[in-house]
């Protein structure tokens, strides 16, 4: 029997009215994301992954944004939703971790306090009630003196406290999914892994379904239970974080993986590139976008956007040379 998933993303189109120019940011993305699954968004800047995690809450501008297709969280046709059911949906279903958590937290209140009237608002719990459940958040997620730093402003936490906090703030109305915006960007090394470690310790512990954006794969591989890789506006392969690690089928995917640094890499070799630039969202090709950077690339590839190819259970391609990339 099929489980119908928390998350289901159909033929997505995202568009931004940019001046006389229309960016076709996503184009025709297909997700799912299971109860309690992580799914990993990676791909270079452009690529459509932080567009598609704005959508799934609608915090795209309306006025110069276009969007078609079906999302649908927890059965709910988020597209058809209204004002006021997009503000109960925000929170109690779906959650977000920002990038940069100084941008994304007001510096005129405490975070505790922020985090107070988070929880009062979905749950109408009562001040004490409410700051009760903030502290217990800001233990959950080891901030050092919790009760001392719920008075805190943002500027006076450090990077990675800071970062505790949003997830804090994430998790305060019990969402069912949470969003990951590249999380670990601006933070050191160790402080990375830990909210990594963290991130993966709270899915597990609540059961929660995580949409975690990245560049890095590595990062991927802590958290992700399945990847999907994005080019374009558009997903380009998707499979399990052991297949894509074992196994890319995807020419993009294969110069991703071998464009990172790792321990089998011999001391004086480089790094190896892509070459060229990611498409022009505003003007894409007509056949596949990553042909112009490809080293497979021929001309059935410029014809028309590649259909996906299943190449293994769960694992997707949209490569029209999949069968040669295993060789190459």
């Known amino acids: 029997m099929t489980t119908t998933p928390l998350v289901s993303i159909r033929d997505l189109d995202v568009a931004f009215d940019a001046g006389a120019k229309t960016v076709h940011a996503l184009n025709g993305v297909n997700l799912d994301v299971g109860r309690g699954e992580a799914v990993a968004l990676i791909g270079e800047s452009g690529s459509g992954k932080s567009v598609t995690l ?7 501008p309306p006025r110069r944004t276009r969007i078609s297709g079906e999302i649908r969280v927890d059965g709910q046709d988020v597209l058809a939703m209204s004002p006021r059911e997009l503000a109960a949906m925000r929170g109690p279903v779906v959650s977000m971790v920002f990038q940069e958590p100084l941008l994304a937290l007001d510096p005129v209140y405490p975070v505790g306090r922020q985090i107070e009237e988070m ?5 109408g719990e009562g001040r004490a009630q409410a700051r009760a459940r903030a502290l217990s958040l800001f233990e959950r997620v080891r901030i050092p003196s919790p009760e001392r730093r719920l008075q805190a402003y943002p500027h006076e936490m450090s990077g990675g406290m800071r970062q505790r ?5 994430a998790l305060s109305c019990n969402p069912k999914v949470l969003l990951a915006d590249e999380p670990t960007t601006a933070l050191d090394a160790t402080v990375q892994i830990q909210i990594l470690l963290l991130l ?3 899915q597990r512990e609540l059961g929660l379904a995580i949409v975690f954006v990245t560049h890095d794969i590595g990062a991927a591989a802590e958290i992700a239970d399945r990847v999907a890789v994005m080019y374009g506006g558009r997903i380009v392969e998707q499979g399990t ?3 894509l690690l ?4 995807h020419p993009y995917t294969q110069a ?9 890499m011999q001391k004086g070799k480089r790094l190896e590139t892509i070459p060229g630039s990611p498409p022009d969202l505003a003007a894409l090709p007509p056949g596949c976008s990553f042909a112009p950077r490809c080293r497979l690339v021929a001309s059935q590839c410029q014809a028309a956007v590649p259909a996906i190819t299943a190449v293994a259970p769960g694992h997707d391609v949209r490569c029209v040379r999949v069968d ?5």
Do not use: C, F, N
């Open 119 to 123: 929880v009062r608002r979905h749950s």
């Open 165 to 169: 906090a949003m997830i804090a703030l």
């Open 54 to 60: 704005r959508a799934l809450m609608r915090l795209h």
């Open 200 to 202: 993966r310790e709270l």
């Open 246 to 249: 074992r196994a890319p089928r």
């Open 324 to 328: 040669e990339t295993l060789a190459a």
């Open 241 to 243: 974080i052991a297949d």
């Open 256 to 264: 991703l993986l071998k464009g990172r640094a790792h321990g089998a």
